[in-house]
């Protein structure tokens, strides 16, 4: 497999002054402890700035830190947690009888990442420092497809993502500066049959997938967030800036291809690593912080690329590692390393 770093027409770079304004105000700030949490806490943000605390799962291991947790579904529409951190193992709680459904071992180090595929949300994937993606069935338990090897990354995977409308694709990107495209169609057969599945998760087939469908080198250092949009790829390295590039893939010689890297959205001081950014459902707006407790609001569908806001506040300080956007984007959340959440709604307008 060959790196694929062939670059086509100038990127348009984005400014920084917001020549769209779009005026958010801080509603609410909550401080959930100075360390690491080893709990996992649904809240829900409701009108005027309130923040309600629904429910906490506190881990057995206190030694648990959550990197990172995503919704999913059980095959019968259950809403279910998946959590994953620096034990490396993931759990699936039950939102609904509020008790743990499942625990997934396999993982040899910490989990950075889960994603679940909105098209069947009872699959989702799982990037590791182990320098593996898992993909696994939350109904069954089943591990299903491991991404790694030959092929696969050399250091700690710290994204991944489903591809929104093939479902056979995902991308994953880490700290060997390289995002991977990967397919599963010739194993979709392993997939489907996860859910049919009645033996001891166990002692299902799992597949390893080994070669990449693409890889693409457009960073320089490490690649800590990466998002489909479209079939295009939005991606974020240490060196303070998201890129907007198209992977042009040969159908027929995998691994071959060019990228067009298509619009830059600078991010200043964003040089550390584990800073990820986040999309509104339309993916008509991406928000990202950075180091400094700023917080940068790109517009994703205009070229040259418009910054509608950017966010900060006297008492914000510590280094925003990931950010939410509501719906439709009027709302966002800031989760920093003091273990603060800063709530940010729109302010409207007469």
């Not at 429910?55 to 947690?81: H, M, R």
């Not at 010689?253 to 200043?268: A, C, F, R, T």
């Not at 964003?270 to 950075?290: P, R, V």
Request: net charge negative; hydrophobic share 40%; with cysteine.
């Amino acid at each position: 497999m060959a790196k694929v770093a062939a670059l086509g027409c100038e990127p348009v770079v984005g400014s920084l002054v917001a020549s769209k304004k779009r005026e958010y105000r801080v509603t609410n700030r909550l401080q959930e402890g100075k360390r690491p949490l080893y709990a996992v806490t649904v809240y829900q943000c409701l009108e005027g700035g309130v923040i309600a605390v629904l429910q906490s799962y506190i881990d057995e291991d206190k030694d648990e830190s959550f990197y990172t947790v995503s919704w999913a579904c059980n095959v019968d529409g259950t809403p279910l947690l998946v959590a994953g951190g620096i034990n490396g193992i993931i759990r699936v709680i039950d939102a609904g009888n509020e008790k743990i459904h499942k625990c997934f071992v396999g993982h040899g180090d910490s989990i950075n990442e889960i994603r679940t595929q909105t098209l069947k949300p009872s699959l989702v994937l799982s990037a590791s420092k182990d320098e593996s993606v898992r993909l696994w069935n939350v109904h069954t338990g089943i591990c299903i497809l491991i991404f790694a090897g030959a092929g696969g990354h050399r250091n700690e995977v710290l994204s991944v993502d489903f591809h929104p409308s093939d479902i056979y694709r995902i991308a994953s990107c880490g700290m060997d500066n390289t995002v991977k495209i990967w397919s599963m169609k010739e194993f979709w057969t392993y997939v489907e049959k996860s859910f049919t599945w009645t033996d001891l998760p166990s002692k299902f087939p799992t597949k390893y997938v080994q070669f990449p469908v693409f890889i693409a080198s457009v960073h320089s250092n490490y690649v800590d967030c990466s998002r489909w949009l479209g079939d295009f790829i939005m991606s974020k390295s240490v060196d303070n800036e998201i890129v907007l590039w198209e992977p042009k893939m040969k159908e027929q010689s995998p691994g071959e291809g060019s990228v067009d890297i298509l619009q830059k959205y600078p991010v200043p001081e964003c040089d550390i690593w584990f800073i990820k950014f986040s999309c509104d459902f339309h993916y008509n707006a991406a928000a990202i912080g950075n180091r400094e407790g700023k917080i940068f609001v790109w517009e994703l569908q205009s070229s040259p690329p418009v910054l509608i806001a950017r966010l900060s506040h006297v008492q914000s300080k510590s280094p925003i590692r990931q950010t939410a956007m509501s719906f439709d984007g009027s709302t966002i959340l800031s989760c920093c390393e003091d273990g603060s959440i800063w709530r940010w709604d729109t302010v409207a307008t007469s």
